[in-house]
Every structure is written in C-alpha cells, then in structure tokens.
C-alpha cells in the first residue's frame, strides 16, 4: 500500500520537474490547494556548490557523503591529482567482487567464444560491472573518464558478432589508456577487434577497399567533421582505408588467439600512399596503419577536436562559444605533454572555467546513467547489499540490475542501455537529447523507485536517517544535505517541509504514516532539479 503512494505523487504533484521546457505546476496540498512550482528550473537558479560538491557532481558520478568528506579535508586540487593517479587508490575490494561474481569480464576471446550462460547474456556482465563501479569505485574520476572515451570510442554491444568482443575491448582499450596517451588509445582502438567488427575494416581488403572504419577514425576519434575538404578530404578516406587494408583479427577456432588481433599481408594494399598530404611509399604491410596513426595524433585538428570535447563534458555544452580560451589552452597541453589525457583533464578541473560552470553555459542535465549512479550514491546504497552474482535472482543484484537494465528497466525507458548506441558517434553529451516530457517522468519514477526500496531490493534511505534528527524542518535539512551536498531555496525547502507534513498525501489513506511522508520528501529530492542539474 505504502508504494501507491509515491506513484501518484509522482505523476500528480512533480510535473515541473527537469528543465526549463516542463517547467509546470508541483502540488503539495490537497487535490484543491493551489499549485506550486519548483522555483529553481535549472542550475542558473539554484544556489552554487561549494567547490567540493561541484566537483564531484562532473568529476565523479555526484557526491556521497564520505567522497565529500575527503575532498573538503584534501582541497579539491590534491584530490583532482590523487584520482589522476588510480593506480595508486586500493580498488581491489571492488575489483575482486566485480571478477569473482562476473567471471565473463576476465575472460578471453577464445574462452568468451566457447562460453554458455543461460541465465544471463555476456553483454549483461559489462553492463552490470559498469554501474557497480560507477556506483562503488574508489577511482571516481577514472570511471567518468572510462566512461567518457567508452562514447568516444562507441560500439554498438548488440550488433551481432561485438558482444563478447566488446567485453574485451573495455578491459583491454579502453580502461588501461582512459587517463594515459591519446596516441596509446588510439592505437589500441585501432587494433581492437571489437571496433574493427563494427566498422567493418574486417570486410577492408586490397582491391575492395571499405572506408568505414577510415572515415569515422577521422570524424569521430581525432580531426573532427571535415568541411570543405578541411582537414581532410573524401581522397584522404579513401587511402587511409587503403592502409589499414588487411587489418583484422585471428578465427582461429579453440586457439589462445582466437578473436585477437590478426594483419593479414595478402589482404593489404602494399601500393604507394598519400595521407593528409603525406606520402606512404609501397610495401609497406602493417606500417601503413601505424603512420596513419601517427599523423592524425600529430594533425592539429585533433587536439581542438580533442579538448573541446573534453571541455563539453566536464563544462558547457557550445564549449568554443562557453570557453574557448580553455578549449584553446587544453589543446596546448595536449601538445605539450604528447597527447597526456590526464594533464588534460587536470588543466580543465583547476580553471577558473570549471569552478564557474555550474550556474553558466545552461547547466549541464545529468545523463540517464548518470543520474541513477548518482541518486545510489547519494541514498548511501551499501555495497555488501549488491554482492554481483548475475544471473541468480536469489541475489539483490540480479534483481538491481534487472529493475536497471531489463526489457522493462529504468534505462530502457530512459533511452540510455550500456554500450548500445546504434551509430559509432555515442551517445549525446548535451542536454537537449535527454529533456523530453516523457524522459522526464521516467526521471521522477527511477527517484521514486530508489526510495521505495525497489531498484536496491529492501533498500530504503528514509529508513536510515540518524535518530537523533527530529521535526520536519531538522528532516528537511538533514535529507536536502545529505541527497544534494548542497541547500535549497527557502521556497524550494518549503515544498520539501510540507511534504514531510503531509501536503499531497490522501488523509484518508489508512496505510499513510509519518515514514511514508519521509519515503516521499526523499523522493521528491531526488526527482527534484537540483538532482537533474550538476
């Protein structure tokens, strides 16, 4: 009984919500109170964070209360430069979970491609690992920056052929290289089977050249969209297809290099080359590829392309019309320190850009995975409640990624499946794509579904709340701080004391009590603005 009624809350007294496009009445009284609103639309309106809080709502996946307290005992800086060193932080509590209840996620090609799961499909493995380390991970602002190059870098999991390819591809391209050398990464994309599956560079042979995977690594991995010819033109596809002909990987079936990378000479085009005005004499074989590489990482389109799409992550959606002195300046670093992606994103964290982000520029609206990582962190959801066993819907954590993941789950709704964008662009990094009306109220029913105890089974935040914080002003504030790290408005709070009161509750519900109007204001948080905004 006590679940029906945050549902209709949700739908009757949150419909302003989110952005400045739904910004519409939230009623907090009964079905003949006037309604009230949100006053805050979106960051521009709320109060600033303090540094800490800012940071760890970009530079990690929001803040929880032991992140916030570490960062404001460490000042932000020595916190920025701690987590650009992730080797260094003890993960392995989380790692050893990830691996002993996942076993796919360790596994080789060769093993994945003779592997039989029937209660759970490989794919479901990496998606699962993906939010329990984003959830519990020590190594915060390394996971935003896996997760970053994972779009940069898309694959499409689903396709037929990339599931389990992609599962390496993550452990072995992506997370050894997301804050190391630009020119390693690529590299390792570039000799990725699951990326060559998918851009088809498996079909690039000599005499039937294929341009995918040659035209996005220009487009989408290093110079950026070329207009007019600039930086590169339909002749430059077409030969730097020309000299990554041959490149595929190893079918050698029940082999240890089964599904490895493979170049195959009697493939390649050994032809003479010319690549962004650069001659490639002939023969030669797998050389050509390698400086191709070579020359997009030195071009300089790419460190723009490069910064401005870390700028856009981390601090406005129109970074060179928000920051181009930064983008400007990132971009320096990047040739400065060889391509270094840490020093880039250290030259973005300590600007005075980043610091004054968070009410300029639009705001930036919290993806999909995003906001269910941080409403989890910000509930305090234990880790020994999600022990990952996939696939045994005896253990919560099926049941959690399920209530995530599945046909019916949150992200299906929200439009956001790990590793599922269709196109080789990745999913949008802009607020516009994610602020429809219908988004918008499955936002709300994941904030419900978080406090209700039914993403995290049996979880229920409102239930954990000290003893000694009594009344429903003292309630407000502890739940406002503890869910946001950060205060409302006075007229915003005040919504949130009269739900603690009992504003929108049917008085003649006999299953409504006290806790229930709790369940109810941490939901109301959670769905609120100031969760939607970082």
């Known amino acids: 009984m006590g679940d029906r009624n945050p549902a209709r809350l949700s739908r009757r007294q949150l419909v302003g919500l989110g952005s400045r496009r739904s910004r519409s009445a939230v009623r907090t009284r009964d079905n003949d109170a006037p309604p009230r609103a949100w006053l805050a ?82 794919p479901d493995a990496l998606n699962a690992a993906m939010f329990y380390r984003q959830t519990f991970s020590r190594r915060r602002l390394f996971e935003v920056m896996v997760d970053f190059w994972s779009d940069h870098f898309s694959i499409y999991q689903l396709q037929e052929g990339v599931d389990y390819y992609k599962t390496v591809d993550d452990r072995e391209t992506i997370r050894p ?12 994309s570039a000799h990725s089977p699951a990326m060559l599956i998918y851009l088809n560079n498996i079909e690039n042979v000599k005499g039937k050249p294929n341009e995918n995977y040659a035209r996005e690594i220009m487009e989408l991995h290093t110079l950026g969209v070329a207009v007019d010819g600039v930086p590169y033109t339909e002749r430059d596809v077409l030969e730097v297809a020309r000299c990554f002909t041959g490149w595929t990987r190893n079918l050698k079936w029940q082999d240890p290099v089964y599904g490895t990378f493979l170049f195959k000479p009697q493939d390649h085009d050994d032809a003479p080359k010319t690549v962004l005005g650069h001659a490639i004499p002939a023969g030669g074989g797998i050389q050509d590829g390698l400086i191709v590489l070579d020359l997009l ?5 790419t460190p723009r392309f490069l910064a401005a799409k870390l700028v856009r992550r981390f601090v406005a959606d129109d970074p060179e019309a928000a920051a181009p002195a930064l983008v400007a300046h990132v971009a320096d670093v990047y040739r400065r320190t060889d391509g270094h992606i840490g020093a880039m994103v250290r030259a973005i964290l300590t600007s005075d850009d980043f610091a004054g982000a968070f009410g300029r520029h639009g705001g930036k609206l919290a993806r999909p995975i995003d906001l269910a990582v941080r409403m989890m962190r910000a509930v305090g959801t234990p880790r020994h409640l999600l022990e ?13 990624y399920e209530h995530l993941v599945g046909y019916n789950g949150h992200m299906f709704k929200l439009g956001q499946i790990p590793f599922a964008w269709l196109t080789p662009d990745g999913y949008p990094d802009v607020n516009l794509p994610w602020t429809s009306a219908a988004g918008m109220l499955h936002r709300w029913n994941l904030a419900f579904a978080i406090a ?16 000694n914080v009594v009344g429903a002003d003292a309630i407000a504030d502890h739940w406002i701080l503890t869910l946001l790290g950060r205060p409302m408005l006075a007229e915003d709070r005040a919504i ?14 006999p299953g409504r009590s006290a806790g229930q109007d709790e369940l109810r204001a941490v939901a109301l948080i959670l769905a609120s603005p100031y969760m939607q905004w970082k």
């Not at 290289?177 to 390792?188: I, K, T």
């Not at 990482?297 to 389109?301: D, E, F, R, S």
Request: aromatic residues 4%; hydrophobic residues 40%; charged residues 20%.
């Open 41 to 122: 639309a979106d960051s521009a309106q709320m109060p600033p964070p303090d540094p800490a809080v800012h940071l760890l709502s970009r530079a990690a996946f929001g803040p929880s209360a032991d992140d916030l307290a570490e960062v404001r005992a460490m000042g932000t800086t020595a916190w920025i430069d701690a987590q650009l060193e992730p080797a260094r932080i003890d993960d392995s509590a989380v790692e050893k979970a990830v691996l002993a209840g996942l076993p796919t996620l360790g596994m080789s090609l060769n093993e994945l491609s003779q592997t039989t799961i029937r209660t759970y499909h490989i």
């Open 177 to 188: 290289h997301a804050l190391g050398r630009f020119r390693d990464l690529l590299s390792a």
């Open 297 to 301: 990482c030195n071009h300089p389109a």
């Open 388 to 400: 990952p066993a996939l696939g045994d819907r005896s253990m919560a954590f099926t049941l959690w």
């Open 452 to 467: 209700r105890g039914s993403t995290v089974p049996g979880y229920r935040p409102h239930e954990h709340r000290p003893d």
């Open 496 to 509: 949130v004391v009269d739900c603690l009161n009992g504003a929108g509750a049917d008085p003649n519900d």
